[in-house]
């Protein structure tokens, strides 16, 4: 008769750990999350951003639920979200506030100058005509990103003189510098500017954003880790 086999200490089979697929719905939700943070900070874009924002969220917390996909970037997608929602609320009623103040006063001073023009001098048209040749002279603004990262997710937006414009690009590797020149408007001189960066998703070093206007950094800000996201923003009245 054979010994009886001792099966006490028998070793446990190893299973390898089933690796976990991309999360198509969690890009998803962080791409829409930065266009709706990006513009929450400008005027009137910023009340379909709030929408843009829930859908992110939504998005981003369905994409949580998914089993057996990566969580990165559907949280990374949920949180912009969430903070774009609440900033672009936030702001709309910054804003509205804001461009009610100058409408009004804007009513008022010209009411008190058709009540009481004085006679021009030549001195004061002299004055004026330097004036005008101030508000045409160009401002330059410098959107711009540093750091390590080799697939930087970018993105930049611009309002002035009631315009506005804005660009992303994806995959981008560091440094990253964007130069736009800008003119004053007139009466109402409002002008707003913005710079999302991102890391990518086996970045872990630093990104650095920062926004220059005319020479002089307006804006600067410097995030750490995968994902990490830096954002700078400017906004003002003139440029003084």
Not at 23 to 37: D, S, Y
Not at 129 to 144: F, H, K, L, N, P
Not at 176 to 199: I, Q, R
Request: proline content about 5%; charged content about 15%.
């Amino acid at each position: 008769m054979p010994p009886p086999q001792d099966t006490q200490f028998a070793q446990p089979q190893s299973h390898p750990t089933p690796q976990k697929a991309g999360n198509g719905l969690g890009l998803a939700a962080m791409i829409v999350g930065i266009v709706a943070f990006v513009g929450a900070f400008v005027p009137f874009v910023n009340y379909a951003s709030g929408f843009l924002a829930f859908v992110g969220l939504v998005l981003g917390i369905i994409a949580l639920c998914l089993k057996g996909k990566r969580k990165g970037a559907a949280t990374a997608g949920a949180v912009i979200s969430g903070i774009a929602l609440v900033l672009s609320i936030v702001m709309a009623m910054v804003y509205t506030s804001i461009f009610a103040t100058a409408v009004s006063e804007s009513i008022e001073e010209s009411l008190t100058e058709s009540t009481s023009q004085p006679a021009p001098d030549s001195a004061a048209e002299e004055d004026e005509g330097d004036d005008d040749a101030q508000t045409s002279d160009e401002v330059i603004i410098v959107y711009e990103v540093t750091g390590e990262s080799t697939s930087a997710t970018i993105s930049y937006s611009t309002y002035n003189d009631g315009n506005f414009g804005t660009e992303q690009s994806t995959g981008t590797e560091l440094p990253f510098t964007k130069e736009v020149a800008v003119t004053p408007s007139g009466d109402f001189d409002w002008s707003s500017y913005t710079l999302v960066a991102m890391n990518g998703i086996d970045d872990e070093g630093e990104i650095t954003c920062s926004i220059t206007i005319n020479g002089e950094v307006v804006s600067e800000q410097t995030s750490t880790g995968e994902l990490a996201t830096a954002t700078c923003s400017s906004s003002s009245f003139g440029y003084d």
